[in-house]
């Protein structure tokens, strides 16, 4: 079973061994700040997109939003008699 008779097998070449080249901390630091920079750009994006949605009325507003947007919902001085 296994490897044919003669073959030569390897068991020193595992790839859970494998040794990996190491980053410098200074390709490191480069690589940090591109990856920061990318997730700051798509959460940039997705808060304007979510912006424009709200002011469009595509989407529903949590509390936070329809306090900002609409504070006279939160006016109880209206039911004061």
């Known amino acids: 079973m296994g490897a044919p008779e003669g073959a030569a097998v390897d068991q020193h070449h595992d790839?859970?061994?494998?040794?990996t080249p190491q980053?410098?901390?200074?390709?490191?630091?480069?690589w940090k700040q591109?990856?920061?920079?990318?997730?700051?750009?798509?959460a940039a994006e997705a808060?304007?997109?979510?912006?424009?949605?709200?002011?469009?009325?595509?989407?529903?507003?949590?509390?936070r939003e329809l306090y900002q947007n609409e504070p006279w919902?939160?006016?109880d001085a209206r039911f004061d008699t």
């Open 34 to 42: 591109q990856k920061d920079a990318e997730a700051e750009a798509r």
């Open 15 to 19: 790839s859970a061994t494998a040794v």
């Open 23 to 30: 980053m410098s901390y200074a390709e490191f630091q480069r």
């Open 73 to 75: 919902v939160f006016d």
């Open 47 to 63: 808060a304007r997109k979510r912006v424009e949605d709200i002011a469009a009325g595509r989407v529903r507003m949590n509390g």
